[in-house]
């Protein structure tokens, strides 16, 4: 795959203009908006089909364990290229990247669009997981590139409001979408957004990255592919054939096994593919793990809250993501917010009060009935969605900032690809309880088929509540990582000192 995309980028628009100045003055805004409108729909995608899935077995004539693929298959791609992603980005220009992840997401999503089988779709949603797989890590090393130390926070924030607002509101604008249209829909509606980046990167985007050309180490690509592959695929699934299935047991296996002598492998290079000692700072390794433990929670929710409100309330697919709305929007002006936040406070208070704050929507959300009022369900997703998103930000940039400057790519790589291998197994976790939840109630004499869904989305948000949790003892353990003062004030100080020091 790897050796496919160089042959394709490298015969791309060549590299316009110079590479610009690190942190220069010039204007940020317009490079990163091709990009974040890219990472945006490619988020989206990640939770958009969720609501669809039981339209697609009935016009494409699938079982359940077929119409997952759509999002597995989705994950997989992401989980395996997102690894790369740091040595793609030594060997190829900002330009010919975004331009080239940005051209094959308007091409999935056309394959996508007029697809009529179930094979066709997969291959549309599989182009659009290698488009995503190089736009995330992308858009946070062109941040790490552009913005200072003590702007990244609001930039990062920027970014949440893409990597958590996007994949809330998936749910909810595919719930309106098919009120009235098909489900070829959710994706015309994401083409005309996906031409606009691609025409506005080609205009605006300057190249950001020092092209380095390392050695390239086919065995290291081979160990990543089969390691990140092999785990999310083994998770993915277990929902369907079982935690003891011989199949899952040897796909997690061989992954994690591919993945211990990948990097044990990166350890011993003099220039590794992915710089694995990026967890030897304390902090980065921290600010890992709790994007990961938060990305599990907001998928997890998105997999299980929609399937409540439609089987468990039994409210009208439509109607659906007008409830999960209020969510999705106080998500993006957290998300937005929080990084300045992180600017003038750092990190340590805010991801302590957004892990507090999912604990208590956990809490509520294992307490649904079906005769639970709409008020305590919306209420609970919207704690969710302040909570989560007052995490997300803040640990990203300190995790970021711990990290010298040449590891910045490193980072960001083994940010995303963590992130997107833990929301595939919160993703499996999460229909695995659901799945025991409902056999539970059935089998202890219970008849209602709303009643069992409900039990089983109690038992999936058991794990949200866990996650929450562990997530919360994990704040006491973060420091805030480089000066929150601003350079006025720094100035300030300077100016202060020069005239105490004055003879005069």
């Not at 704050?357 to 809490?363: L, P, R, V």
């Not at 229909?431 to 109630?441: F, V």
Request: glycine residues 10%; hydrophobic residues 55%.
């Amino acid at each position: 795959m790897f050796f496919f995309l160089q042959i394709v980028l490298t015969g791309l628009l060549k590299n316009k203009g110079e590479i610009l100045p690190l942190q220069s003055d010039f204007k940020k805004f317009p490079i990163m908006l091709g990009l974040l409108i890219g990472g945006f729909i490619g988020m989206f995608s990640e939770t958009a089909l969720n609501i669809a899935l039981t339209s697609l077995m009935k016009d494409l004539h699938i079982t359940a364990s077929t119409v997952q693929w759509l999002t597995t298959g989705y994950l997989l791609v992401v989980g395996v290229l997102v690894p790369v992603s740091g040595l793609m980005i030594r060997w190829f220009t900002t330009r010919q990247l975004l331009l080239s992840a940005l051209s094959a997401f308007i091409i999935g999503t056309l394959i996508s669009a007029v697809s009529h089988t179930f094979t066709f779709l997969l291959i549309g949603r599989l182009v659009q997981g290698i488009a995503t797989g190089i736009l995330i890590p992308l858009i946070f090393n062109t941040v790490m590139a552009i913005f200072p130390p003590h702007k990244r926070g609001a930039a990062l924030g920027v970014v949440g409001l893409v990597i958590m607002f996007a994949p809330a509101i998936g749910p909810t604008a595919a719930g309106f979408i098919l009120g009235k249209l098909t489900w070829q829909w959710i994706f015309w509606v994401m083409l005309p957004f996906l031409v606009a980046a691609l025409i506005i990167s080609a205009i605006f985007c300057k190249n950001v990255n020092e092209v380095t050309r390392p050695k390239i180490d086919v065995l290291s690509i081979v160990l990543s592919t089969v390691g990140f592959g092999g785990i999310v695929f083994g998770f993915s699934s277990a929902g369907d054939a079982g935690w003891g299935n011989a199949k899952v047991i040897a796909a997690l296996a061989i992954g994690v096994a591919a993945l211990a002598i990948f990097s044990i492998r990166q350890l011993r290079m003099e220039k590794p593919m992915l710089n694995v000692r990026a967890f030897q700072h304390k902090m980065f390794t921290i600010g890992t793990l709790m994007i990961m433990i938060v990305f599990s929670i907001i998928m997890s929710s998105m997999l299980l809250l929609p399937m409540y409100w439609q089987s468990g309330k039994l409210v009208a697919v439509a109607l659906t993501g007008i409830l999960l709305l209020p969510g999705g929007i106080v998500n993006g002006i957290v998300s937005a917010v929080s990084g300045k936040l992180y600017d003038l406070y750092g990190a340590k208070w805010l991801v302590r009060i957004g892990f507090l704050i999912c604990i208590a929507a956990g809490a509520m959300f294992i307490c649904v009935q079906t005769t639970s009022s709409f008020l305590f369900v919306i209420a609970a997703n919207l704690l969710l969605m302040v909570g989560a998103p007052l995490v997300m930000s803040p640990a990203q940039t300190n995790g970021l900032n711990a990290l010298p400057k040449e590891m910045s790519p490193d980072g960001s790589a083994i940010m995303n690809t963590a992130q997107q291998v833990s929301g595939a197994i919160a993703t499996a976790l999460s229909a695995t309880l659901l799945a025991a939840g409902e056999h539970a109630y059935t089998g202890a004499g219970g008849q209602s088929a709303a009643a069992a869904l409900t039990n089983g989305v109690q038992y999936g948000f058991m794990f949200t509540l866990i996650l929450a949790v562990i997530g919360f003892a994990l704040s006491f353990t973060v420091q805030t990582v480089g000066v929150l003062e601003k350079p006025r004030d720094q100035q300030r100080k300077m100016q202060l000192k020069k005239e105490t020091d004055s003879p005069c």
